[in-house]
């Protein structure tokens, strides 16, 4: 059973960072992509970032390229999401998904989510 556990929200000062995190466990396929997803009260869910296994390329919605970095730990299964930056309108639940075979399309599992509020 693929679990994913996010972790590294909080409350932070506009201009601030965070790191969030998102621990991967029961994954049976060889190839496959973690994305990054937030959504704030009353928008839609949106795509952030996305990192793949294949060859560690990466994807950056316009909004956070440049203070967003994505990155993995393949010895413990986790990808982080290091955000630099931070703005209010950053604030939302994030989410981390998981699926095989690169970045696009549908993502067959998610976390829980994790809150980030940005302070102005």
């Known amino acids: 059973e693929v679990q994913l556990v996010e972790s590294g929200g909080g409350l932070v000062q506009a201009g601030g960072s965070l790191r969030l995190s998102c621990a991967a466990s029961?994954?049976?396929?060889?190839?496959?992509?973690i994305g990054w997803f937030r959504q704030a009260p009353g928008k839609e869910r949106e795509g952030v970032s996305c990192?793949?296994?294949?060859?560690?390329?990466?994807y950056y919605a316009d909004s956070v390229k440049g203070r967003f970095t994505i990155s993995s730990d393949n010895a413990k299964n986790t990808v982080y999401l290091q955000m630099n930056s931070l703005k209010p309108e950053d604030t939302a639940v994030y989410y981390c998904?998981?699926?095989?075979?690169?970045?696009?399309?549908?993502?067959?599992?998610w976390g829980q989510g994790t809150q980030v509020t940005v302070s102005s």
């Open positions: 998904a998981a699926k095989d075979y690169g970045c696009g399309g549908e993502y067959d599992y």
């Open positions: 990192i793949s296994s294949s060859d560690g390329s990466t």
């Open positions: 029961g994954f049976t396929f060889d190839d496959y992509a």
